[in-house]
């Protein structure tokens, strides 16, 4: 949810640092600052020719979907956390499962976007004889993705369709056992 508040919002998250003739300027999800100067407005796919490539920077509307998607999955599972819900009840919800998989995805895909984006443009300024760095973004949209990718695998595949690393109550498990018996 961090990587939605970026530049400009929030100037330290950044994906991109470039030093540009004395001038820092650093590129987020909703545009790009430049110090000392001022920010673009702040607006999904934003143009900086020829080291930015427009549709990428639209692309990164990829974040606000997943973090909606989090938020989602949030509140699926705050009634099963917050209080005991019964013995019969799944855990996690199928409904926190069903959300994890779009937003795995979408953080993939976020992932894939901003690493192709930061790479492409700070190989260009670099050409122009620039100095340019990866900010914060990419690891966080890493991070946030091997997390978001190992729990849509762990609700998905283990613990809602019951596999073997599900979350069977004991109630379940002993009128299971019990019926099946010999």
Known sequence: ILIVFSVPFISAFSYLNVTVFGDT????????????????????????????????????????????????????????VMCHMGTDTLFPPPLYSLMAIPNAFASLTAFAFIMALSTVTKMRFQMEGFSASYGPLPWMSLAAMVLNVFLMLYTGCGATWRGPCGQMSPHIRNRWSTVYTY
């Open 25 to 80: 300027i650093r590129f987020g999800v909703w545009g790009f600052c430049a110090e000392p100067g001022g920010c673009t407005p702040k607006t999904v796919g934003y143009i900086r020719d020829p080291e930015i490539i427009p549709w990428m920077t639209r692309a990164l509307i990829l974040f606000p979907i997943s973090a909606g998607f989090s938020l989602i999955c949030v509140f699926a599972l705050l009634p099963s």
